[in-house]
Every structure is written in C-alpha cells, then in structure tokens.
C-alpha cells in the first residue's frame, strides 16, 4: 500500500494537471505498476467512507421505525454500494475504449481519476461528519454536499481534459461517465440493498 509521502506526491501531480500545468503527469506514475497502484486510492478513501456511512446510518436509522436493524452488514452493504461506484465508471471506459478510439488514454485518466478520488472523499465526508457532530445542521450540510459535488465534477472535468489532450468533447463525454452511472446504480442498489428509508 502506498505510503503518505507517495500519495502527497501522486497528488501534487494531480492538482498541477488540475491547475492545467503539463508538469503534473512528471509526478504521476504512468506505466502500468502505477495504473495497479492507483486503485490503492480506494483504501485511502475508507476513512472518510467511513464517516460517510455513520452519519447515514444514523439519518436511516431517525427516518424508520424503532427497532429497524443496522448493524455490521448495513455497513458492508454500503462498502458494496461504493466499490461498485468506483468500479462501473472504469468497467464502461474500458469497454467504450475501442470502439470510440481513446483506448490510448484510458490509463492515464483511471490513474490520475483513481488518486483524485482521495481528496473528493474527504471533502464529501465534511457535510455528513457536520452532521454527526451537530444533527442540526442538516440543512447546511445539504446545500454544503452540493457545492462540494458540483466543484468535483469541475475538477475531474479538468482532470480529464489533460489526460486526453485537452479534448473538450471526449473529456466531457469521460467526464459524464465517471458521474453519472454510479448515481443511478448507486440509487438502485440503495433501494435494492435497503439502505434507503423506505
């Protein structure tokens, strides 16, 4: 597993190509050990993930019944609901690769997609652990989660649009698919897994 000092690093790279500097892919491992390294970045991401499933729990738990059980395996599901994010946006470029001709870009955007995922968690995990401290704050927190949504869809916009060679269309059509997939089966599997307040 990587270590702070390798991951700071991997993140220097990714905020200068964010910033537009081409000197950002200098700091990113780019050969295929690093594409395998990157998805690291999900191991790194757990405690804020985890931050994130307690203050859900907590919400499902106030808008059901007293007594409806949460325990270990409400937590696994939500770890599936995440792994499976994380996984469909890469699982659709991979097969979308070929037949739409960027196949030469696809490991560069997944790795530097995968250590970007780092920063995105945390900062996601700010609204929900407002909301364990101080429940009442519910509504700031809300309108807090969308801003910090739509500034990570910026970023990985930008992101992206290095890594393909500043292709606006393709960096957005990549952009697009890294977003939307895992909302929409997020949400089925959500109701699918019964972690959504029925």
């Given at each position: 597993?990587?270590?702070?000092?390798?991951v700071l690093h991997y993140l220097t790279g990714v905020f200068l190509l964010v910033r537009q500097?081409?000197?950002?892919?200098?700091?990113?491992?780019?050969?295929?050990?690093?594409?395998?390294?990157?998805?690291?970045?999900?191991?790194?991401?757990?405690p804020a993930f985890a931050v994130i499933w307690?203050?859900?729990?907590?919400?499902?738990?106030g808008s059901m019944p007293t007594g409806t059980p949460a325990g270990l395996s409400f937590f696994i599901k939500l770890l599936v609901i995440d792994v499976a994010g994380w996984l469909l946006p890469l699982l659709l470029l991979a097969a979308l690769a070929r037949p739409l001709g960027y196949g030469k870009h696809v490991a560069t955007v997944v790795t530097a997609s995968n250590w970007?995922?780092?920063?995105?968690?945390?900062?996601?995990?700010?609204?929900?652990?407002?909301?364990?401290?101080?429940?009442?704050?519910?509504?700031?927190?809300?309108?807090?989660?969308?801003?910090?949504?739509?500034a990570s869809v910026v970023l990985q916009f930008r992101l992206v649009w290095m890594c393909?060679?500043?292709?606006?269309?393709l960096a957005s059509a990549m952009t697009a698919i890294y977003v939307?997939?895992?909302?929409?089966?997020?949400?089925?599997?959500?109701?699918?897994?019964?972690?959504?307040?029925g």
């Open positions: 597993m990587p270590g702070l000092d390798e500097k081409q000197e950002g892919f200098g700091w990113l491992d780019l050969t295929m050990r690093g594409l395998v390294r990157s998805f690291w970045a999900f191991a790194w991401c757990l307690a203050s859900w729990r907590l919400y499902f738990l970007i995922a780092v920063p995105f968690a945390y900062a996601a995990a700010i609204p929900f652990a407002l909301t364990l401290v101080q429940p009442t704050s519910a509504p700031f927190a809300g309108l807090l989660l969308y801003a910090v949504f739509g393909v060679g500043r292709q606006t269309l939307l997939p895992p909302m929409i089966v997020g949400q089925q599997l959500q109701q699918l897994l019964g972690t959504l307040p």
